[in-house]
């Protein structure tokens, strides 16, 4: 399978731990994405890599998170000193690129964290 | 009606009949929509896709149609099956600009329970 992947796919730690999820996009994939996703509602955008480069972060990522993605490949997010509202599904996807961006994004099946 | 936090709008449908999920979206600069499928426990699943020049476009038992005057969006299913139920998402794709380059970011809509009865 060369679909997305994502690692751990389930999460459960106390309140003020630091948690690292790993992403593993499709190989050929240049463009990277890290959404999350609370119950009821749609994924929510949180950054994009285009290779190594994080060229955007959405405001919903406090200064607690932190996304890296070294060598163009797989990416990993951190939350620091996590709190309750953190709990949610950690979701990545990947996409290539065209000549107008208009390539659809594939979804790992997340990480679910929950903090207790 | 907007829908908040978990009560979806849902649709249920018997087996072999059509469905037809709705979706409005809010940017008139979005140039490229997806329909994702989304099961308990698993990320969306890509379905079919259209961009902005288009008003129609069939896949495997899907067609979605493009409203862009309205800013609508649909679904139908041909022959709906069980394992057709799922929750169903529309994507907006908006273009933007950094470090030189443009990538697209996807918004995504309030998402569709679809259960579909034997």
């Known amino acids: 399978d060369t679909g997305v992947s994502q690692n751990p796919r389930h999460k459960i730690t106390k309140r003020g731990q630091n948690v690292t999820f790993r992403c593993d996009p499709i190989?050929?994939?240049?463009?990277l994405y890290w959404y999350r996703q609370t119950l009821g509602q749609g994924p929510e955008f949180l950054t994009y890599?285009?290779?190594?480069?994080?060229?955007?972060k959405s405001r919903l990522l406090s200064d607690r998170f932190s996304a890296e993605r070294p060598k163009g490949s797989f990416s990993t997010l951190e939350i620091q000193r996590t709190e309750q509202g953190d709990s949610a599904m950690y979701l990545c996807a990947s996409s290539n690129r065209d000549s107008n961006s208009n390539q659809p994004q594939h979804f790992g099946d997340g990480t679910r964290l929950s903090i207790l | 009606g907007e829908s908040v936090g978990l009560h979806l709008p849902t649709l249920s449908v018997q087996e072999g009949d059509n469905s037809i999920i709705n979706c409005a979206y809010s940017n008139s600069a979005s140039d490229y929509f997806i329909w994702y499928k989304q099961e308990s426990g698993k990320g969306p699943q890509f379905i079919i896709d259209i961009r902005s020049n288009m008003d129609k476009r069939q896949g495997q038992r899907v067609t979605v149609l493009l409203n862009k005057t309205v800013k609508h969006l649909s679904l139908q299913i041909a022959a709906t099956q069980p394992g057709d139920s799922a929750v169903y998402f529309c994507a907006e794709n908006t273009h933007f600009n950094a470090g030189g380059t443009s990538y697209g970011k996807l918004t995504f809509g309030q998402g569709t329970i679809l259960t579909v009865h034997p």
């Open positions: 190989s050929e994939h240049n463009r």
């Open positions: 890599f285009q290779n190594e480069a994080q060229l955007e």
